[in-house]
Structures are given as C-alpha cells and as structure tokens.
C-alpha cells in the first residue's frame, strides 16, 4: 500500500498549484506527506490489528484513524472530517468526499477476494462516508486493487469498473485542460483510476494522475495505490518516500509489509 504513500507525497506540491503535464521532477524537497498517507496507514494499523478477523473492522478503524490522525492537525483534513477526528463519539456524516477513496487502499492488499475488497472497503468507509456516492468511490477503488493484484488484465479491470461503478468514457487528455479541482469522489475516483489504465509501469501511472490538476494528491494516491498492485514500486521510490514518514507512520507501513508485502517493480 505504500504505492498510496508515494502518490500523495508525489502530488502534495501540486494540490493548489496545479501542474498540466507529465513533465517534472518526481519527488523533491517541497514534497510532504498529507492526511491521505496518514489516514491510510490508520486503516492498515485498523486491518493489522483485527488479525484477519474483521467483524470489528469499522470499530478498530474509527479508533486507528483518531489515534493516528489527531498528532497531525495541519496535514490537510477537511472541515467536516477534522471535527470527527477530534470529537468524542464520531458519527457519520453523509459525505461523498474522495476521501472515502483515498485510505482504502489497504483493503484491497488484504482481502482474500473480490467480494471480501468491496466488504473490508465499506466497513472501513461507512464510519464517516455512508453517502452512496463516497461507499461507491471506495468500493472502486478496492475492488481495482484487488484486481490489480490478482492478475487481472488493465482490459479486465476497465471492464469491471464500467460495468459496475463509473462509465471510463474519456481519455486523459480529452479531460486535461479542462478538469478542475474537485472533492467528490465522483468527480475524483473515475480520473484516477484512469490514469492507472492509460499507464506504462507505476511511475507513469502517478504522473499521469498528477498531470491532469485537480485534487492532486489524493488523485494520485488512489492512482499510486492500483499501480503498485499492477506494476510493484520502484525500490529506488519506495525508499525515497519512506524518508517522508516520521518513525510512528514508518513502523505501521512496515508491519502492514511485514504481512502483506511490497510488490517490488520488474524493470526489463
């Protein structure tokens, strides 16, 4: 999952200074970690901690994300999400922000099935997105991590994800001049997922995220998060962004990695 990691450090820069093209250097000092690294690896602590037995996923995921989330109240959380990290009794609030879609990547590196993603997804999504719109971005994107990982051809995968969740009728640069930034997470999960298809190896799947604008971080985290099921990570990459993480979030990467390992990229 830390193909998610290096997506949203890749595209911190760029959120509110959009970049329209595929042409820059990829990682760099001004680059940071946001809430999209944060929140999910508060999900894989979540999935680590239920050991496999994930009746309780959604009460071990509102407890991660807040002990996680709350030593980091500048990382960039939205309004309604910030007051439900630091209230007593979190409920959720009807939201479809991408959010929803950013920190499921975990799920689709653990689950045993097709099924189970779109299951372990909604658990960990429902206890701030229940809108429709947010635990379908979610589903989405699990699901094409799932698929990613299994095997599944980028056809297979357009396939399933038009029939089932969004229509892929466009092509990045039919949308690039144009797209704007947008919170949604149908406005979001549809062009990340396409950048993934529209990729040549994982690198080219997050610049391609992050050359259309918009909400640059998380799109490219979601983006991050398929390609490195598909393709593996650079380790040249990984390493580079594990130097982004303070040692409470590196140590939660590295027991998610410990049980679900890192796909390493095959360059030939």
Excluded at 122 to 132: E, S
Excluded at 139 to 145: H, K, L, M, P
Excluded at 217 to 223: E, N
Aim: charged share 20%; hydrophobic share 35%.
């Amino acid at each position: 999952m830390i193909g998610a990691v290096i997506g949203d450090i890749v595209g911190s820069r760029f959120e509110w200074n959009n970049i329209k093209t595929k042409k820059f250097n990829f990682i760099t000092g001004r680059c940071n970690v946001t809430d999209d690294s944060i929140m999910s690896l508060a999900v894989a602590k979540a999935i680590l901690e239920c050991g496999g037995n994930y009746e309780k996923l959604s009460e071990t995921t509102v407890r991660c994300m807040q002990e996680i989330g709350r030593p980091y109240p500048n990382c960039g959380y939205g309004g309604m999400f910030y007051l439900w990290i630091y209230t007593k009794d979190p409920k959720p609030y009807n939201s479809f922000g991408n959010g929803a879609a950013m920190r499921v990547s975990a799920c689709g590196f653990a689950a045993n099935s097709l099924n189970d993603a779109i299951t372990l997804s909604q658990k960990v999504i429902m206890v701030t997105h229940n809108h429709p719109q947010g635990i379908r971005g979610g589903e989405a994107v699990s699901a094409a991590i799932y698929m990613a990982r299994s095997g599944k051809s980028i056809r297979e995968i357009r396939e399933f994800i038009t029939d089932v969740y969004y229509p892929l009728d466009f092509t990045l640069d039919s949308i690039r001049d144009t797209y704007r930034f947008n919170e949604t997470c149908q406005g979001t999960v549809p062009q990340a997922i396409t950048a993934f298809l529209e990729s040549t190896d994982f690198e080219d799947a997050v610049r391609n995220a992050v050359s259309i604008g918009g909400d640059s971080d998380t799109i490219a985290a979601i983006t991050g998060g398929i390609a490195e099921a598909y393709y593996g990570i650079p380790e040249k990459i990984r390493e580079r962004a594990l130097s982004f993480l303070d040692k409470r979030l590196k140590k939660i990467l590295n027991d998610f990695e410990n049980v679900f390992p890192c796909k390493i990229e095959n360059i030939t």
